[in-house]
């Protein structure tokens, strides 16, 4: 399989699958038929399952080497192919190919960490003398695979994000059954044909599009020893109800907001602000949605924000140069322009953007907003930030709790007494001084508090969560 | 408040409190009215979490130091009222009181560990410049108190099961709400008085004996950012499904089980699986429920464990030298009557035992039982055992894994290759060599997997469960 | 023994005693004889030498939670006999009590914490897996006593110094021979007592004041596993070169300097330089001894500082108010005097002080000073600071730089970017932001680079430094 | 650079280089001119060191993915060379061609571990709460490099010992010098061609074959900040004494001890300590030197034993079916020699073995030894192994711990209590339970006690060597 392709098979098991019901996958920017996969039904499902179970003796055996192995083959071959990954997910998710590029090298990084992880899981020696009832005695705690993990992951970094959720099982031992979304499923399957080649034992990944019906049977089955979900909050904590006795991690969106303090550089923080606000249209969960800039610079840094906006190239995902492109389907786009005329019918200012043309919708930015508004307090997935003023920095702080999201937030400061206080009590689950919400490096831990999540991220946090661990007590 | 006190205050945000509906508390040994004391309704409950989250800033900023103060403090006092609390354990759960000064012994440890754990929750430096887009950068981790904590105990460790919920919290920084056992909620409204004479601030901690369903209004309020219960298996998965979007962690039962190989130290073994099988009648969630012996040893093994039994001094559990006494109340004792009658009937041999007086049963054996059977299928709570031969190292191993449970398990070995097995292949939480799944020390990780449980306790693990990550990169 | 005695014996392997080497102790602060104690001479150092050995094998195998009986019950003691034990430290030493008090607070925080470090040893599992070499191996590494210590300490802490040997020694589980200052014997036999009063094996502790002679012997004598002095770089590093095959931990001085940045906190600033330069009369390794102070704000500092010094209070160091009383001897007040004159004659300016009176010597500021004279480059012991100007922030990291000597700094600044340059390029041990160099807890890492010493105290790195790796390599 | 060619220039602060001293190395096996290169005299030394200063900041700041980067890029190099870099240790060493195969392999594991290793250097985040002094304040260790370091490596394993320095000190940011043996340079002359294609900073690494005299002057020379010697015991004490304030660490020999208990495979101790003794002809620090075996299977181990000597294949090294060949040169093999005639004048009985014919030595199996024999107590480095019985395990025990050496030792054995006595008692840096005292892997800690050495090697532990820690205490 490639980007030429036109059919891509289904990863069941350790073996390449069609199905009876088809699924066609369309480029968002052209609306054309890109390629056809197949969803799996409940019997592929339940193969797939009954594969995975039969292999996991297996993989709690396999030598933490061999592990490594593995993953670097996979971490190996994708470099090999990076073009043709990034060609993948710029043609089925809309996103402009420099990004795609990032995220195909981020893809490996993560694959390389878990293989460096595979070799360092968690151990514990133990001292047990502590009291006399322990006297002579030692133990060890050895961290055990889950058992079988449901991955399911989001259409906006359809292949990193669901690598966070594969090379971190390949990792901890446990086979995992991933449901990709079914937007954007042909980037996970032609890593699947990467993950074929290596000597992982089949049946140890499955990577399975399905319907959302089928995907929930995984969610209440208790034979899975852990759900980990990236989507959307409204389903997750669906299914965190659900879960039955499973461990569940969610990675859910936000409102992340950044605050520009008056002794920021300007100058990098409007940059900085333009990625974080824009990029691949704003489908980020760490998307920079509230700017709150203090009051010294905020006209300075409105003009220079809307000047670097009218810079931003509009066109087609496969141009290299291209900035900003189609999102991932029109109901995406039409939402967004509902949100946007709903907030300025309340009193919202436009300074610009504001149309839509199909899936495309432009980077927008508004002021006057207020909490209430949707474009401020859910998360909107789209090219649209807010910026309002603030006086004092300990307000800019409540300003950005002020959401009932917190995943990430963004600080432009040099002082050290507003990085203390921004670290104290902005209620999110990362804080990034003089950069964007937006930043994330794959082994940094990375999560949401509040509606934002549940658990850590981070090719070592979820290899975590994926163990389970066993205590050994015995004489000294 | 002490042994002689006949009227006990519930403990609502930092004050003592009478409320309009009164809770009888009985010796279960001799059925005789002990004390009374409250329930707290919703409108407590309510007040309780006000003042809870009114102190939840203030916690988060107390010094480490003052934290181990107080914690210390307790465990002082605690320790000059020792007599005192193990009295009361005594008299309000029937447990010898012998096992009594054992518990608090091991609460004044918990808080004890909990003080220096205070000190050193855990904190990252975590370096950023992995790749190109950290370049710059570095990350540190502080962990921040999850938020209020919902905490169910049992009747059976009135005092430490409760001390291993409200040591943990104060040490987190997390305010808690501490529902203790109605059977037995005496000894922790003892110790109320006790951490109320500490600086701890007002509110931070509240010990409301409630009614099940006012309990359950915590297990789904959202104002709660953890749940943790240590009780029955049934009750606790169905609290995880009700929790939303909280933390649940479960400690719940099992029917642990004990191998004695044929190069085990006999008599050693004998003489712990009868502290196992007995101890407070059984009603322990580690109990020794199943044991299997090498058939080279059955003989030999199960005559010198009968003659034991037969030693166990039944009576007073005031008494010093007391073993065995009263379950806690007649419809328990009843539940194990008649799952030894239903086991008879199956086809199992009483060895000793088998006959019930009020609420004291007696210890009982049994052999040539069935998996399905309850004595060994499910957790029998009771002072019951069952004691089978095996032939093979490896089928003992399969017959402890024949359950739904996995607490903890007891293996009696001298060799090396044995204990590696029994690590390797035995699915439960802990493993002891040469000593009974009842082993626990209180720092140690302690949990089941299966349906035994979610998460571990053991005081270092119990608070990094009550904290969050928080993550700051900054330029380096 | 207590304040009021005027014989000390010696503590020579579990037992008190006197030998012919009469040893007479001096208040510093009115030349009279405050007690009398004896030197060890060789034959008590071997007999001392004898009895640590013998007791060896008993404290390896000492159980931690004994260890923290021990250490915590020591603490304890301490905490009884405060006003004692800081009275012994102000009499012997001329320390002003208020200090004396601090410093026996933070000698009863150090043994708490090597009490809690004393269950706390590292130990780790460590996967052997990594190559087919290792398949089916796991390793765990046990921390073992690295032997007999020999542990020499200075006059300036004559308590806390020696207990930070002495407390990690007994939680390491080796048996330690302590050299106290000749000066100021007194209140580490006073310590001798409260220890010899716990369950410590008999031998284990040794305090000895010895002739430099006789304590060259410990230096090369190889029987001893770690020698740790406190005390002059001169004797430290000579030291080093004679120790033979054992292990070597230096904590020496230095000349620490402070950066007082415009963005500083001017009075606070200036009030903690001031603590820090003439806190028990400079006799302090982390002494402020060079003040850089931003040209902006050099002169309202300097206006400030030297209105601060004249209100330090002189007087008898039993006074609860007095601020600086007596150095240690007259010779070090003639050497401090001679300093600062040479200093004079060589064009430093003195802005105040500069006068001595037998072993006092006043407070004593001067400017205008290079680093080749000996108040800049040396470590002057002394109550004499200088101040001087900059006008870059990385100037004055390079002033702090021109030094042999590398222990501490203090910055005081709000600004990010001043801090992280201070953290990168200042080449000392501990960077003290919006403090002074002589900011030390006791279990922070503390010691020195360059000149300044080799190694880190502070308990946990102590203890580290007293225990030897032990690895295990077995099949899984 | 490869294996054909004659002339091997020196790599000196990252340019390859002639000097006037030139070096012939020859082929142990057939004593033919091998190849020329040079000996770097004072002059050359200096260059060096200036030039590594030069890029001591350079190396501080690079981000930690660039160092892993480059170390990746060497492993991946002398992956293509494989063959090479074996031969060139085949014909410099004459080792034999399939252990020099294994030692490629294990050097590229070594910059494979230290590549991930980088990434990993200690940083760690301290509370500085525990008292009212820290409140308020927080602390961050970074681990910053110690300096330059000076690496002396031996001729035995004359590429993967050399790693171990060069590899560590490229991830933790030092420059290096390292000596290798002047029998051995080849190997990482050809290393250094390789080093040199990659990014790291010329001068970073110099490696300089040098007289013994001016290998002396690094030793004492003050700008090294490290001594990391692997070598023989006399040389290494020695240097400690001389090193002057810079750390130190030791790498020094043995007289390895092997128990076989009563109850261990017997056929796979005979395999195993086989190897141990006679691979590489014994020429290895932990070489199998002294077997016992308890008496109720001496007589068959025995039988078995030197069944299995009489197999092993001598001839040319570069052979791939070659199990024993020439020892490093005539000196060595005369030396052996000396040492077994002068123990069988003392009684001891000779098994097989014990003719030389120039630089061979056979392997010699000797019984009947006494701990005052050379062959015993020294490192005899040569094919010769004793064979001795025991009766009581505990005594086997004290027979291994009779020596002034402890470096690693093994024990065959599946009983626990055995296991653990041996874990317990064996004054040796590590154990291996059923494995020879050659068991090594490249990230486990490795090193010894008593006279054989000073701090552990094993990837990590060397970077923790390296490294000099430094603290930042801020307000929180």
């Given amino acids: 399989m490639n980007f030429m392709d036109k059919i891509y098979q289904i990863y069941l098991g350790g073996e390449f699958r069609k199905t009876d019901d088809l699924l066609r996958v369309y480029n968002p920017y052209n609306n054309e038929e890109l390629a056809t ?3 799996a039904g409940k019997p592929e499902l339940e193969e797939a399952i009954i594969k995975a179970l039969s292999v996991k003796e297996t993989l709690i055996d396999l030598p933490s080497g061999k592990k490594y192995g593995i993953l670097m083959q996979i971490a190996s071959q994708m470099n090999e192919s990076i073009q043709d990954l990034a ?31 595979s070799k360092r899981l968690p151990g514990e020696y133990i001292d047990i003398e502590w009291t006399a009832a322990g006297e002579g005695k030692e133990a060890i705690v050895r961290y055990f695979p889950v058992g079988l993990v449901a991955g399911i992951s989001p259409f906006n970094f359809p292949l990193n994000l669901a690598v966070h959720k594969l090379a971190p099982a390949i990792a901890a031992g446990c086979p995992i059954i991933l449901k990709p979304s079914s937007s954007t499923p042909l980037s996970t399957l032609r890593l699947a044909q990467i993950i074929d080649n290596t000597e992982l034992p089949k049946g140890a990944v499955s990577i399975l599009p399905m319907s959302r019906e089928t995907g929930n049977s995984m969610v209440t089955d208790e034979r899975f020893g852990l759900l980990t979900f990236t989507g959307s909050p409204v389903v997750g904590w669906k299914m965190k109800s659900q879960a039955g006795k499973k461990k569940v991690a969610l990675e859910l969106g936000g409102n992340a907001g950044v605050i520009v303090s008056e002794i920021a550089d300007l100058d990098k923080a409007v940059k900085k602000c333009i990625t974080g606000s824009f990029a691949y249209s704003g489908q980020v969960c760490i998307h920079t949605q509230r700017i709150y800039v203090q009051e010294k610079i905020f006209d300075e840094f409105t003009r220079k924000f809307i000047a670097a906006v009218k810079t931003l190239k509009k066109g087609d995902p496969m141009e290299e140069h291209t900035d900003i492109s189609s999102m991932i389907d029109d109901a995406n786009a039409e939402r967004v322009e509902n949100w946007v005329k709903e907030a300025l019918e309340s009193g919202a200012e436009l300074l610009c953007g504001g149309n839509r043309n199909g899936s495309y919708y432009e980077p927008t930015v508004l002021t006057n907003t207020a909490s209430s508004m949707k474009v401020c307090g859910l998360e909107i997935f789209g090219p649209v930030v807010t910026i309002e003023k603030y006086t004092d920095f300990k307000d800019a702080l409540e300003k950005i709790n002020d959401s009932r999201y917190g995943l990430q937030a963004g600080v432009f400061t040099n002082e050290i007494s507003q990085m203390n206080d921004a670290f104290r009590h902005l209620e999110v689950g990362g804080i ?38 066993r205590l050994l007590v015995k004489d000294k």
């Avoid at 710029?90 to 293989?115: C, H, M, N, W």
């Avoid at 490096?441 to 946090?461: I, T």
């Fill in 37 to 39: 996969t197949y969803k």
């Fill in 87 to 117: 060609r993948i997910i710029t043609a089925e998710s809309g996103k402009p190919i420099r990004y795609a590029l990032g995220e195909v090298d981020r893809a490996i990084q993560t694959f390389t960490i878990a293989a460096e992880e």
């Fill in 432 to 469: 990034m001084i003089n950069d964007i919400p937006g930043f994330r490096v794959d082994h940094m831990p990375y999560g949401g508090v509040k509606d934002s999540g549940l658990g850590r991220e981070g090719v070592k946090y979820s290899i975590h969560d994926m163990l389970e661990p």
